[in-house]
């Protein structure tokens, strides 16, 4: 082909543009962070209570609920959710995750479960308007945090009555206690590690079900954070997600020692890391925010500070490694909505970069701020705090380099 041929026409054409229904949705989830979020920010971080108002409020123009599933789940390129995310978190971490939090149960349903069960679960995982209810994943416990395959909590069938009996304790449940509908996590044949778990609905106002110590929390204090007892809970034998027929075969390949696919707290965290980046990145640019205002404003020796390089570069990198975060994490949205194989861990990727920026911008927002950034007045105190988290949930950052470790070499690595 000659330099004065037209290039022939291609099948996939590449942008990063968004569209136009990605835009407004932006917007319009920006602007409830702008007016209704980060108002009522430092109250409820001071509160650490659940911002049920403020739930109410988001359910009723469609931002809690089966409405914001509605709205982003049929968006081909993935980028949707994560995009409303930044903006959430933006506003606030804590309320972001108050209102983020019931997803990683539905998550698991919609991951796990059959059309039936996402049909008859979901839903009761938000509630309505009128009468907001709350889903919690529940996966951690005091001795296995990141080693899911070391859960104590059991899970035996009673054939009798059709019926699975779920034992034990989880900890660090977001929502734990006081939602509706509890996804548990539990071994049904624990020699099995975690090719023997399964997922349960735990259905509202089941008995044998209760709260333990609601934690304080360094960060994100508008979300519940608390354990839950399971003692002799008893679940009809619909609530196994994904049913007993599939649970039996995979338990019988397991037993052979053949390849089970994704576990069930493993594929639920798989899903949900790109979108825990997009929360970090909204905290991250929050900051970044924050501080170029600030050091346009701000005046030292006659001059605004920003005219400092020491300034100056500081702002380059946030804003650089922010972008380049960003990236990571719609490339992971992207391939998980296209179901693209994460051959080199990108879900953790995008989680692991996300979250270490947000600490690390967090920081150097409050550089840029000396002393006001150290001090409740702004809200860069806050966001620092939030922050971290980031760090540490839905997988560590250590965790999250043995898995991509682990995808980039072929080996098990520990």
Partial sequence: ???????????????????????????????????VIRPAAAEWDEREETPWPI???????????????????????GLTLPIGIEELFWGDAGIGMALMGSMLAVAAITGNGTPQQMGEWVGQCFGTPDNIQLGAFCVSE????????????????????????????????????????????????????????ASFVVPPGTAGLTQGKKFQKHGIRASHTA?????????????????????????????????????AALSTFEATRPAVGAMALGVARAAYEYALDYAKER??????????????????????????????????????????????????????????????????A?????????????????????????TIFEGTSEIQRLVISRAISGMRLS
């Fill in 55 to 77: 739930l109410q409020e988001a359910a009723k123009i469609g931002l809690y609920g089966t409405d914001l599933i509605a709205a982003t789940m049929p968006d081909p390129t």
């Fill in 227 to 263: 354990e839950v007892f399971l003692d002799d809970v008893r679940v009809p034998g619909s609530c196994l997600l994904g049913g007993k027929e599939k649970l039996d075969a995979r338990l019988a390949k397991a037993r052979e020692g053949a390849s089970t696919g994704t576990q």
């Fill in 142 to 197: 005091p001795d296995a945090g990141s080693d899911v395959s070391a859960l104590k909590t059991t899970a035996v069938y009673d054939e009798a009555k059709d019926e699975w009996v779920l034992n034990g304790q989880k900890s660090w449940i977001s929502n734990g206690g006081i939602a509706a509908v509890h996804v548990i996590v539990a071994a049904v044949e624990p020699d099995l590690g975690s090719r023997g778990q």
């Fill in 299 to 364: 005046e030292q020796f006659g001059r605004a500070i920003i005219e400092n390089q020491s300034i100056a570069f500081m702002l380059v990198d946030m804003k650089m490694e922010i972008d380049a975060a960003r990236l990571l994490v719609w490339r992971a949205a992207w391939m998980a909505k296209n179901r693209v194989p994460f051959t080199a861990a990108e879900g953790s990727m995008s989680k692991l970069k996300a979250g270490e920026v947000a600490v690390w911008a967090t920081e150097r």
């Fill in 366 to 390: 409050m550089q840029v701020l000396g002393g006001m950034g150290y001090v409740r007045e702004t809200p860069v105190e806050r966001w620092h705090r939030d922050a971290k988290i980031f």
């Fill in 1 to 35: 082909m000659t330099t004065t041929e037209a290039a022939p026409e291609t099948a996939v054409k590449f942008s990063l543009e968004l569209n136009e229904e990605q835009l407004q949705f932006q917007q319009w989830v920006h602007g409830f962070a702008e007016d």
